[in-house]
């Protein structure tokens, strides 16, 4: 279990805890989210053209009642918030790797 603070662009932070809660090594890593983040998420590692690629998907949610009351109306600068700090996790990853990002795929 980890505590996380993540801060973004826009004046706020999330925190929330990280339990790890399946690992198939090499392959897959799980876990849940709890807190100010609600959810699962999933880490899945491959290979693709002698290439080590990672993929992280997580389905979770925010609790804080303030965020969800205001979401309708904010959506827009949530998104582009959400994907500032993405890819501020995807370069602090890659960076800590000595590895290079790559284009997403869908």
């Given amino acids: ?15 929330f805890d990280m339990e790890t809660t399946h690992i198939d090594p090499y392959r897959r890593l ?22 080590c690629t990672v993929r992280y998907d997580w389905a979770v949610q925010t ?19 959400h994907d500032v700090v993405m890819a501020w996790g995807g370069e602090g990853l890659a960076s800590l790797l000595s590895a290079h990002l790559l284009p997403e795929t869908a």
Avoid: D, V
Avoid at 33 to 50: K, M, Q, R, V, Y
């Fill in 1 to 15: 279990r980890h505590r996380y603070t993540w801060k973004s662009k826009i004046p706020y932070r999330l925190r």
């Fill in 30 to 51: 799980q876990g849940r989210a709890e807190g100010e983040l609600a959810g699962s998420g999933c880490w899945t590692f491959g290979e693709s053209g002698g290439l």
């Fill in 63 to 81: 609790t804080q009642l303030w965020m969800n009351l205001l979401a309708p109306l904010a959506r827009p600068a949530f998104a582009w918030n």
